[in-house]
């Protein structure tokens, strides 16, 4: 049987054991090993990948790592996941400016829209909006207020003002809010939406996306297949509605969520769970909800409804 790598505190480390053990392709190991020889922290090999043109090997890497992250800081770790690309689209600001080839808008009430397959739009002043509808388009509104809208595949919005909105709207597509009642949403399977200030929420409807919300007061809703919802602010609420999906509360008094079959979800000190069983026809048996502290349910831990209605610790 091939070695599983533990699941850890410091699971975003990349070493070059974890990507053979992943069954790397040859390229991607060959890579891996040129410009990491001692291995890296997942932000700069993701970026590094995207840098280089290998969104493919840069998605796969989120694939691969995602089910080895540690249960408990699992938020956090998403949240850094998903803000790399917040990270790497904030940088093109610069380079669009820069290069000039594409709409740029740096004034108050400025917008920018670039059309164009791999075309960006930056807009960086007060109340500006950017908007990238070309496929591998990105679009960056780094002001107060500002919005920002990637509607192609593969597309990434970044806002990081306060009250920006950031949308993704195509498959793989990334939205990353980073200002108090920021919101970001991504519709597109494989889509990861992330919103880190206060009040700000982050929403991901496609299959297999991942919502994380690390403000107080701010939500994560994950709605398709296998999705991830996480919350660690206080009162923030994590739901996942799709089969197979995550919910994960950790902020004091915040209620975790999984709607969907087979899900499982987990809170923090004060908070609550509310979990669903489905039989094998798909037909509802059982709703249950619980605080903290009650029934067997204890802070930090995975849970799943049974076929009797009870609560069962499960892993991650």
Same mark, same amino acid.
């Given at each position: ?128 909006? %950017?908007?990238?509808? =070309?496929? @591998? #388009?990105?679009? +960056?509104? *780094?002001? /107060? $207020?500002? &919005?920002?809208?990637? !509607? ?31 919101? %970001?949403?991504?519709? =597109?399977? @494989? #889509?990861?939406? +992330?919103? *880190?200030? /206060? $009040?700000? &929420?982050?929403?991901? !409807? ?31 609420? %994590?739901?996942?509605? =799709?089969? @197979? #999906?995550?919910? +994960?509360? *950790? ?44 029934? =067997? ?20």
């Amino acid at each position: 049987m091939p070695v599983t790598t533990p699941i850890t505190a410091n699971n975003l480390e990349i070493t070059k054991e974890r990507v053979k053990e992943w069954s790397a392709c040859t390229g991607g190991y060959r890579w891996f090993l040129e410009q990491f020889p001692q291995g890296g922290q997942f932000v700069p090999v993701y970026r590094a990948l995207r840098a280089a043109g290998r969104a493919d090997d840069a998605n796969w890497l989120v694939g691969k790592i995602s089910p080895e992250l540690d249960p408990v800081l699992r938020v956090a770790q998403i949240a850094q996941v998903v803000g790399a690309d917040r990270e790497w689209v904030a940088e093109q600001v610069q380079e669009v400016i820069k290069a000039a080839d594409k709409d740029v808008a740096t004034g108050y009430k400025g917008h920018a829209a670039a059309t164009g397959d791999e075309g960006h739009a930056a807009a960086t002043g007060y109340k500006g909006h %950017a908007a990238a509808t =070309g496929n @591998y #388009g990105h679009a +960056a509104a *780094t002001g /107060y $207020k500002g &919005h920002a809208a990637a !509607t192609g595949d593969e597309g990434h919005a970044a806002a990081t003002g306060n009250y920006g909105h950031a949308a993704a709207t195509g498959y793989k597509g990334h939205a990353a809010a980073t200002g108090d009642e920021g919101h %970001a949403a991504a519709t =597109g399977n @494989y #889509g990861h939406a +992330a919103a *880190t200030g /206060y $009040k700000g &929420h982050a929403a991901a !409807t496609g299959d297999e996306g991942h919502a994380a919300a690390t403000g107080d007061e701010g939500h994560a809703a994950a709605t398709g297949y296998r999705g991830h919802a996480a919350a660690t602010g206080y009162r923030g609420h %994590a739901a996942a509605t =799709g089969n @197979y #999906g995550h919910a +994960a509360a *950790t902020g004091e008094h915040a209620i975790a969520a999984a709607l969907g079959m087979a899900s499982k979800a987990m809170a923090g000190e004060k908070g609550a769970i509310v979990l669903v069983h489905f039989n094998d026809d798909g037909e509802l048996i059982h709703i249950r909800a619980s605080k903290v502290g009650e029934n =067997g349910v204890a802070a930090g831990k995975w849970y799943l409804l049974d076929a009797d209605g009870q609560f069962v610790e499960c892993e991650e």
